[in-house]
């Protein structure tokens, strides 16, 4: 049965949708300007120094005109201050997977440009997400580090303890087999000196980089000995003395042509030919016209999966069954994938239907992309009487279980136990990504508060007082903006609560990459140790 549009582009509604989605596109496009002007007003000092900014660094290390994917670019917003005007997004470091000399990598960068490059707000859960995609995808870690560390005026003793992961994290990857290489730019001092400590490769700068368990301040005031910061963990040092650095370099561009020289070597495999598949005959500009700005007006995710698939061709699994809830099977970039999305609730049939689909897409081996457009499970009298619980369970324990690479998409709405069926953040996606205006919450932020309200004046009657107004619809108002803005996408995507959030017309370009990347670490064997590689 094929599926064909109705879709009209070019209708009012269709033209009001696109105009609300290109000014949040919009917004999205100046929170990562922020950060990268936030960094760039440091240049004169890093002139100065004869360095270059870690954007700079990130793009001289990356091969010329390769794709690169961004990963949480909008970490620590509105984390490090609640006005959303003045937030500077990113965590205090750059990250992605990209290619070295042909080999796909994950790349992380401290933003020294930014406060010395200490780890902001969030910043560590940005670190730890990435380390475990690479540890997932079978990538190399190349890091490139100059920080200041944490900053000790913010300091919680949480953030110390659960840092050590960081380092843990570095040992397990490289006993895993994947090579770990730091680049030392300039500082890395107290837990910042084990991320060379932790590498199996490091090249150092003359003259800027520095590693050391405590610098001159603290040497002296713990000890009494005075010591110049060459002596205690220089470049020089390090490289001819302690061991700690393999590379002497002379600069930053040096250090990283020493970098992409160090990759190539390991003749690790090379970047793998990416699958072709079809372009779309339906144009992805026209998903900017397809999704509403609020849940409450219906979509048909069919339309998106046209847009999104080779030759806007795919096979509707039981499409009369359960039709809520959509499976279909296609190619993504040549690679064979199920979808599961939503066109409202998912009801019994509905998570039937899709733990069924789910079951066989890992009989075949076919990864699974989840596009998120739903309020939940469906409720009500006769829903649980149809043993809605039972059957929602069924299809979370499918979701995880399931043996094959697992992409979410987040369209639209993420409401409820809808988050946990459709593959969120909690059941460990392989990658997850969010459109600029899907939303995640419990519910809806009018069902929270009109549930609260009844809870309240049941109360109340019980006690025999009558409600007052005016209370009533300000603490109603009051539930609706607590729930709005904690479900907004740019809001989410600051907490770390996806892999970050991209434009709607990019999604199959995220998904085949995500795909080519899933499908090279399945061909991948690294050697695995018991142990990381020690330093001598």
């Known amino acids: 049965m094929t599926f064909e549009s109705t879709w009209n582009p070019h209708s009012p509604v269709a033209q009001q949708r696109?105009?609300?989605?290109?000014?949040?596109?919009?917004?999205?496009?100046?929170?990562?300007?922020?950060a990268a002007q936030a960094s760039a007003q440091s240049k004169p000092v890093f002139d100065k120094r004869g360095q270059l900014l870690p954007r700079e660094r990130v793009a001289l290390l990356l091969d010329p005109g390769a794709p690169f994917l961004p990963l949480c670019a909008l970490a620590g917003f509105m984390q490090d201050t609640p006005d959303p005007a003045k937030s500077v997004p990113g965590g205090g470091m750059i990250a992605g997977i990209g290619f070295i000399n042909g080999v796909r990598c994950m790349v992380v960068a401290s933003d020294s440009g930014i406060e010395a490059g200490a780890i902001q707000a969030r910043g560590l859960e940005k670190i730890l997400r990435v380390q475990e995609l690479a540890l997932e995808n079978k990538l190399p870690f190349v890091h490139l580090v100059e920080s200041a560390g944490a900053n000790l005026m913010q300091y919680k003793v949480e953030g110390f303890v659960l840092g050590g992961s960081l380092f843990r994290n570095l040992a397990r990857l490289s006993a895993a087999g994947l090579p770990v290489l730091t680049v030392q730019h300039g500082s890395g001092t107290a837990g910042g000196a084990y991320m060379p400590g932790l590498s199996d490769t490091v090249i150092m700068v003359r003259g800027r980089s520095r590693a050391f368990l405590a610098g001159p301040p603290l040497l002296k005031a713990a000890t009494g000995e005075v010591a110049s910061e060459e002596e205690l963990g220089g470049a020089e040092m390090h490289t001819s003395v302690s061991g700690l650095g393999e590379y002497l370099c002379e600069d930053d561009r040096h250090a990283l042509g020493t970098a992409r020289d160090v990759v190539a070597r390991w003749d690790w495999t090379a970047r793998t030919a990416q699958r072709q598949g079809k372009?779309?005959?339906?144009?992805?500009?026209?998903?900017?016209?397809?999704?509403?700005?609020?849940?409450?007006?219906?979509?048909?995710?069919r339309e998106v999966i046209l847009r999104l698939v080779d030759d806007s061709d795919f096979l509707e699994f039981k499409p009369l069954f359960g039709a809520a809830t959509v499976c279909a099977q296609a190619r993504i970039g040549g690679h064979a994938v199920g979808i599961i999305s939503n066109n409202g609730p998912i009801d019994v049939a509905g998570a039937n239907k899709a733990t069924h689909f789910i079951q066989w897409m890992c009989q075949l081996g076919h990864p699974i992309v989840y596009l998120q457009n739903t309020t939940g499970y469906?409720?009500?009298?006769?829903?649980?009487?149809g043993g809605m619980i039972k059957h929602g369970s069924k299809m979370i324990q499918a979701v995880t279980g399931a043996t094959v690479p697992q992409i979410t998409i987040q369209c639209g709405a993420s409401f409820g136990a809808g988050n946990y069926g459709m593959c969120g953040r909690g059941y460990a996606p392989r990658f997850l990504f969010s459109w600029p205006g899907a939303k995640t919450a419990v519910m809806g932020g009018e069902q929270a508060a009109r549930t609260m309200q009844i809870v309240a004046e049941a109360g109340m009657a019980r006690k025999g007082i009558t409600p007052d107004p005016d209370k009533m619809q300000a603490q109603f108002d009051k539930i609706v903006a607590l729930f709005e803005a904690q479900a907004d996408a740019f809001y989410t995507s600051g907490l770390v609560l996806d892999d970050g959030v991209i434009d709607p017309r990019d999604t199959r370009s995220v998904l085949s990459f995500c795909l080519d990347t899933c499908s090279e670490a399945a061909a991948r064997q690294p050697r695995a140790m018991p142990f990381g590689v020690a330093r001598m």
């Not at 372009?279 to 995710?301: C, K, S, T, V």
């Open 18 to 34: 696109r105009e609300a989605a290109l000014a949040r596109l919009a917004q999205w496009q100046a929170l990562q300007e922020r």
């Open 279 to 301: 372009p779309p005959r339906l144009d992805a500009e026209e998903l900017l016209g397809l999704m509403p700005a609020h849940h409450r007006e219906p979509i048909d995710m």
């Open 378 to 385: 469906m409720v009500g009298k006769d829903s649980e009487q």
